[in-house]
């Protein structure tokens, strides 16, 4: 994919530290205290919503944002996210690379230890990332991997584990030999699936993330309690390293869907922080100063299936793009900062000549009723058929899908004639029916891996863990592995402008807006950290009151 870019007008690294300066600085500095240190008598405890049973704490087979906010809360990788929004050393102390920019060497600290006692070494690194690759463990993104040497023939069966470019020489250092310089490495050791795992434990209970008692961590909390479908509990760990550091004591995960009653419960200090507002309440909460609007690197979609007819049929599949008013949407009833997604990749990625991706690239699938009702028209002329029958579409349990499905059906319905059943279901059971592929059409938001545009559009490519609408495209497959590594900025951009191009003429997805993130934080809270990439970082945060 992205190469080592060593002579860009501005390297990734410097691109990727301005833009997310820059886009920090858009929420309310409600991020930052005037004190560092906790008040005291006051118990440091936070309490916010989940929204729903998370699906998974193990980071292998983690693929959802309610799963990742735990998750980031309770692991630690070789990197990590300061209280700044840096990304520092975290289980590594030290990183050298070669002048080839291929090996990488990482230094673990010593005296790291497990939530159970047991002592992190670079071998439980080895273990969990290779776990990962196992094609017999059908882990979620193992594809992330596949810039390290042997990893991607290891994981699609055409190579021995042996070969993958990971290996531990001694408890203290991992050694990690990419195929080619991959210069955003760095940002991806941050995520999930590149997170440590205890052997010995996942090697004794099958189900061991699954409950309080059997799971163990390395990260700055560890799971008090863990009630089902209702509550998670996390305290802080006294075994990891960077303990004194922080600020929050305990965090209370609560799981209620229905915006309305979780909206109530903020309004009576039942919450603390609601990460998602019901959209009815955005306009009357913009004044108030508990509101949080920050910006997110991630795109509303809905994902058709391509083998289900009628989505078979590309020009039927455009045909519903054009008849969505993607502007009434985003003005009429998000109303919360969100942009018309007129394309894939989101605003917020500067190119080496300082312009957007998003506004250097074409608009594409802009409102327009008759396009539409002529694509439908030449699409059922193409299967021979007479009409479009019912279809539908699926979206998981919440106030704002709902809304926004709503606004769709009854957009394709106007403007197309075409009847649109929708059917939605809980998260946990909704992620089931995606990553199955039983549906015609599906809800889905997509955050960037790091903040580039390869980060989501390598979502589509043919052995991308993301891609749910059995769409494949040899071209785009190999524009976005051109892409990696190619020197030469302003032709990598080429590529992936070209790339973003095919999947908006194929089509297996619907753009409908770049998202942004909506709270409401507590008067009672300082601290909390926003991010275009992740769940808002609860670890420095403060109860002032």
């Not at 006051?42 to 919503?49: A, C, K, L, M, Y």
């Not at 090996?103 to 006692?117: C, D, H, Q, R, V």
């Amino acid at each position: 994919m992205k190469n080592q870019l060593k002579n860009l007008h501005l390297s990734l690294t410097a691109i990727l530290f301005l833009v997310l300066t820059v886009l920090a600085g858009c929420a309310p500095d409600k991020n930052n205290s005037s004190d560092d240190t906790p008040k005291e008598n006051v118990s440091q405890e936070i309490t916010t919503n989940l929204g729903g049973e998370p699906y998974t704490l193990d980071p292998a087979f983690a693929s959802d944002t309610t799963s990742f906010w735990v998750i980031q809360h309770l692991y630690e990788g070789l990197l990590e996210y300061d209280k700044d929004g840096q990304l520092v050393e975290g289980a590594a102390s030290k990183i050298d690379v070669s002048e080839d920019g291929k090996i990488y060497t990482f230094t673990i600290k010593e005296g790291l230890k497990w939530s159970n006692g047991d002592a992190i070494t670079a071998k439980d690194f080895e273990y969990a990332w290779k776990r990962v690759l196992n094609p017999e463990t059908a882990a979620y993104s193992p594809t992330s991997f596949y810039y390290i040497k042997g990893a991607e023939n290891y994981n699609t069966g055409n190579g021995a584990v042996e070969e993958v470019g990971i290996t531990a020489p001694d408890d203290l250092t991992l050694v990690v030999e990419l195929s080619s310089p991959t210069a955003f490495f760095k940002q991806l050791l941050a995520r999930a699936e590149f997170l440590p795992v205890n052997q010995s434990v996942v090697e004794a209970k099958e189900n061991w993330a699954g409950e309080a008692d059997s799971i163990v961590t390395n990260g700055a909390y560890i799971l008090d309690s863990w009630k089902h479908d209702q509550q998670i509990v996390l305290v802080k760990n006294e075994n990891y390293w960077n303990n004194e550091a922080i600020s929050m004591e305990k965090i209370n995960f609560e799981m209620v869907a229905d915006a309305t009653t979780y909206y109530q419960m903020f309004k009576t200090g039942e919450l603390d922080l609601i990460n998602s507002l019901p959209l009815d309440s955005i306009e009357q909460e913009k004044n108030n100063n508990e509101y949080v609007s920050s910006p997110s690197f991630s795109v509303y979609t809905f994902s058709f299936n391509v083998e289900e007819k009628p989505f078979t049929n590309k020009k039927i599949r455009q045909a519903l793009s054009y008849a969505i008013d993607r502007e009434a949407i985003v003005n009429n009833i998000t109303k919360a900062g969100e942009a018309s997604a007129f394309g894939y990749v989101p605003f917020g990625f500067i190119t080496p000549n300082n312009e957007d991706f998003r506004n250097q690239s074409e608009k594409y699938y802009e409102f327009n009723p008759e396009r539409a009702k002529q694509l439908l028209e030449e699409g059922l002329k193409e299967e021979g058929w007479s009409e479009l029958p019912t279809v539908t579409f699926k979206y998981n349990t919440a106030d704002n899908h709902k809304k926004i499905a709503e606004a769709v059906q009854e957009m394709i319905k106007q403007n197309l004639g075409v009847n649109v059943n929708l059917e939605n279901q809980e998260w946990k059971t909704y992620i089931d029916t995606f990553k199955q592929k039983n549906f015609q059409v599906a809800r889905m938001g997509w955050g960037g891996e790091f903040l580039d545009p390869l980060g989501v559009l390598s979502h589509y490519t043919t052995t991308n863990s993301s891609n749910f609408t059995n769409w494949s495209n040899a071209e785009y497959d190999q524009l976005i592995e051109a892409s990696n590594p190619e020197q030469d900025p302003a032709k990598r951009i080429e590529l992936l402008q070209k790339a973003e191009a095919i999947l908006m003429e194929e089509l297996p997805i619907i753009p409908i807006l770049f998202s942004a993130q909506n709270a409401l934080v507590s008067e009672k809270i300082e601290g909390i950290r926003f991010d275009v990439l992740r769940n808002p970082d609860l670890r420095f945060a403060k109860r002032v009151e």
